[in-house]
Each structure stands twice: as C-alpha cells, then as structure tokens.
C-alpha cells in the first residue's frame, strides 16, 4: 500500500493544475486533470499493482479537486462577509 508522505502528491496535483491553467487550460477541465493527474502519479510513482493504482489515483486526483474548490468557496464566501 502507499506510505502517509504519498500524500503529498495531492498538493503537488493541485500547483501542476494550477500552472496548466495559467497556460491555457480551460478552468472546466481542471477536475479531469486533476483525477488524470492522479491516476499518473499513483500508477508509476507508488509501487503497488495496477487495480490498487487506480483506486489510489482516483483518491489523490479527487481529494485535489476537492481541495482547491473547498479552499475557493471559503475564500469567496469569507471576503463576501467582510465589513465594508
């Protein structure tokens, strides 16, 4: 199985889909990178067989997408209660 430092590659997902946003990744298509991101990483860099791979990838890819949406919602909701 993989080891708890594996899951730094979530966060690594997350500044890899950010920069291929700033070159011209259209922001729709960011969730599907990030689970294709994911699936890469775990598949070559975690050494497990191909089915625990896939289940590990869909994991960091999920949890990546799902971590930069959840930062932006409270950020966007934070600054909306703001006092002006």
Do not use: C, D, Q, W
């Amino acid at each position: 199985m993989f080891e708890l430092y594996n899951v730094a590659i979530v966060p690594l997902i997350i500044g890899v889909v950010e920069l291929m946003k700033r070159y011209g990744l259209p922001v729709k298509y960011s969730p599907l990178m990030s689970v294709a991101l994911g699936l890469i990483f775990s598949i070559y860099f975690i050494p497990v067989n191909l089915k625990e791979g896939i289940i590990i990838g869909l994991m960091f890819g999920l949890s990546a997408s799902g971590l930069y949406s959840g930062g932006k919602n409270i950020m966007t909701n934070h600054r909306k209660n703001e006092p002006k």
